[in-house]
């Protein structure tokens, strides 16, 4: 199992905090102000929007504060400008790091990036110097007690999906990005919910990590994480699930 899956369950483990909740909820209204920004406020209209929308709504965020959020990005409570920015660079063990970011300031992110990956054995690097080790795709996350397996692999097969992954406590449906919003459909029609949803940046090659190499990674994952211009952190390590399962208790 590749790095995105592995942090993914490992977050799923944790338990939910006021302070991570804060983050998450300011990090989608980023989202959405910035989809909103780029595409007009109407979800039905816009893609990219009902899809921020669907995750905010996904992390229980309150629905005046998603309508604040639209408003800022569509200029009517205000202008935001946040751009889109993406760091790369490498771990501990060599392991590639993507990491997204969306931010009012690159000139105070940039140094803020470099000094988090060298806090935690790692080397920020140019720009490309990871990204070709990476692609988009669909990849949508379901509670095993939401739907049964076969159900899943049934509705992969009618939907083009690539794959359906037992990460023990979910599903992972992953797809090519252009089939995304149609199994984000069939799932919606099923009445099946998702733990969350988006296009992700999948490693095509990966690297084993063990022993302290993989607590450094995991916590420049968190270190990342927990940095309020970044979005999303992709990273291509894989390891043991024994491995992860000590690390993530």
Known sequence: ????????????????????????????????IVAAKVGGGN??????????IDEAKAANMPNDTIDKAIKKGTGE????????VIYEGYGPGGVAFLVECLT?????????MRRIFEQHGGQLGSTNCVAWMFQPAGALVV???AAEEDTLMELALETGADDVENQGDAFQITCQPAAFGKVKAALAERNIPTLSGRVAMMPT??????????????????AMEEHEDVQNVYANFDMPDEVMDTLAG
């Open 104 to 112: 009012n300031n690159r000139n105070r992110t940039a140094p803020q």
């Open 143 to 145: 509670s095993c007690d």
């Open 205 to 222: 090659r990966t690297v084993p990590v063990t022993g302290d190499a993989a607590k450094q990674v995991l916590a420049l994952m968190e």
């Open 77 to 84: 409570l205000g202008a935001e400008n946040y751009e889109s």
């Open 43 to 52: 979800p039905e209209e816009n893609l990219s929007l009902r899809y921020a």
């Open 1 to 32: 199992m590749a790095g995105h899956s592995h942090w993914a369950k490992i977050k799923r483990t944790k338990s939910a905090i006021d302070a991570r909740r804060g983050r998450e909820w300011g990090k989608l209204a980023r989202r959405i």
